[in-house]
């Protein structure tokens, strides 16, 4: 059983420009985050990662948690439930490996629950942006973690003790 979440962020802890993560991610880091994503029996995002980032497909069912239909993702499974409730939910209907692909928001929410086993952490060059993604604290945090440089990126790995 693991809950994984993800997320690219800036040197600055930046996690989007101009509303998308697209100008902060890396080669080196969309390569990982596709390979990720095919592992894993469900995709949690928040309501707006949904309406700024293209989920159209996704390898494995998606789950929105937001308040908010979301018509551009017909496949998808929007739940108005709390973060809590929809990982308990989503591991009922679709198993034990949930990946999270929120924004800066969710993901330290759900850090912050200690609801999170592992956090994969990409940090690019970038600067500039928003939605600011306190990485160095929640590394700091973290039980254990691993750190690897695949080009412009450093990918961390942050073990958590939940409590499951």
Not at 136 to 151: D, G, W, Y
Request: charged letters at 20%.
């Amino acid at each position: 059983m693991s809950i994984v979440a993800t997320i690219v962020v800036g040197a600055d802890g930046s996690s989007t420009i101009n509303g998308s993560s697209s100008e902060v991610t890396s080669a080196a880091d969309r390569a990982t985050f596709l390979q990720r994503r095919r592992l894993v029996d469900c995709i949690i995002i928040g309501g707006n990662t949904a309406r700024n980032e293209p989920y159209s497909k996704t390898p494995a069912p998606l789950v929105v948690v937001s308040k908010q239909e979301h018509p551009q993702l017909p496949s998808a499974h929007v739940w108005d439930l709390d973060p809590k409730d929809a990982l308990t939910r989503a591991r009922q209907e679709f198993g034990d490996n949930i990946l999270i692909e929120g924004g800066a928001f969710f993901i330290s929410h759900l850090l912050e629950q200690n609801l999170v086993d592992v956090l994969e952490l990409s940090v690019t060059n970038s600067t500039g942006g928003a939605d600011i993604f306190d990485y160095k604290k929640f590394l700091s945090l973290a039980h254990r973690v691993t750190e690897k440089v695949v080009s412009d990126t450093t990918f961390y790995t942050a073990e958590f003790k939940t409590l499951k």
